[in-house]
């Protein structure tokens, strides 16, 4: 009878403890999902805290937010990470938990300003804030934000690199033997010979060119008439057109002062076939013989 009674007691124990280990997991775990402690949070972070100047770098943010009493459809999340440069466009993913939304940004970059460059050793990066905001279902605006964890970046440039050296040569530096074709010397008095020759002929052609014009310029003492039989004595010897021409010019010059030969030489500058030498000839001999100025 009393081993009866005892494992009776023992029974009730053990059901009521089972019934409590099932009361404490129903609270810890509810039945509906998680219930976030705030209605919205971001959280921001690096893959990694340090990295070298020109390293890839992941940015992630990730932000919490209720939505049984926010409108997450208009959820905004702002990851400026300046002075970081972005490789490509960010990876979002959404995942629901019960009443919890989980939305993570995840941005590749890299530091290559000005910024990331330390004077000695490494720089850390202070970025600004990463911020997100929802309207609230109730009313208002939720907004939240929480501050990115220091950043280190290395230099790539040792302290041995900026020292000055001296880059070894693999060949002869030296400037090589200077060659000519003709000695600077005699090149020199060529030069020299050719200058003198060339002003010499400088001055001679101005002076040919002087006495030249002297010549032009010295006026005729002939008379007209014996400009004019000398051109019919030059023609004689010249085209046809230059018979014509000088036959004319002495027919009008004897127009004044013979009229029969004139119209004599008139006929002949016009005459068919050209007029010959020999009519020239005898033209000159007769108006020298009857007017004068042969």
């Given at each position: 009878?009393?081993?009866?009674?005892?494992?009776?007691?023992?029974?009730?124990?053990?059901?009521?403890?089972?019934?409590?280990?099932?009361?404490?997991?129903?609270?810890?775990?509810?039945?509906?999902?998680?219930r976030p402690a705030r209605a919205l949070t971001v959280h921001a972070s690096f893959d990694a805290p340090a990295a070298q100047f020109g390293d890839r770098v992941v940015a992630r943010v990730v932000v919490l937010a209720d939505r049984s009493t926010l409108d997450t459809s208009r959820l905004q999340v702002t990851e400026d990470i300046a002075p970081l440069t972005p490789l490509g466009p960010a990876r979002v993913t959404r995942t629901t938990r019960g009443r919890l939304l989980v939305v993570a940004y995840?941005?590749?970059?890299?530091?290559?300003?000005?910024?990331?460059?330390?004077?000695?050793?490494?720089?850390?990066?202070?970025?600004?804030?990463?911020?997100?905001?929802?309207?609230?279902?109730?009313?208002?605006v939720a907004r939240a934000a929480t501050a990115w964890p220091m950043l280190t970046i290395g230099s790539r440039v040792t302290a041995a690199d900026l020292k000055p050296a001296r880059p070894p040569f693999r060949a002869d530096t030296s400037?090589?033997?200077?060659?000519?074709?003709?000695?600077?010397?005699?090149?020199?008095?060529?030069?020299?010979?050719?200058?003198?020759?060339?002003?010499?002929?400088?001055?001679?052609?101005?002076?040919?060119?002087a006495v030249v014009l002297g010549r032009r310029r010295t006026p005729d003492t002939r008379s007209l008439l014996e400009q004019a039989l000398a051109l019919v004595r030059d023609a004689e010897s010249g085209a046809p057109a230059d018979r014509r021409r000088?036959?004319?010019?002495?027919a009008r010059v004897l127009h004044r002062r013979h009229e029969a030969l004139a119209c004599v030489a008139g006929d002949l500058a016009w005459s068919e076939p050209t007029p010959t030498p020999d009519e020239l000839a005898a033209l000159a001999d007769r108006v020298g013989n009857e007017v004068g100025g042969a």
């Open positions: 009878m009393v081993t009866l009674t005892r494992i009776g007691i023992a029974a009730i124990v053990g059901v009521a403890a089972a019934v409590a280990a099932v009361l404490l997991l129903g609270r810890a775990t509810p039945l509906h999902g998680e995840e941005l590749p970059a890299v530091c290559l300003s000005d910024s990331c460059i330390a004077g000695t050793g490494s720089k850390r990066l202070r970025l600004p804030a990463a911020r997100a905001e929802a309207p609230r279902t109730s009313g208002g400037a090589p033997a200077v060659t000519y074709r003709i000695a600077p010397g005699t090149l020199t008095l060529l030069l020299d010979v050719l200058a003198a020759a060339l002003g010499a002929a400088g001055i001679a052609f101005a002076a040919w060119q000088a036959v004319g010019f002495l």
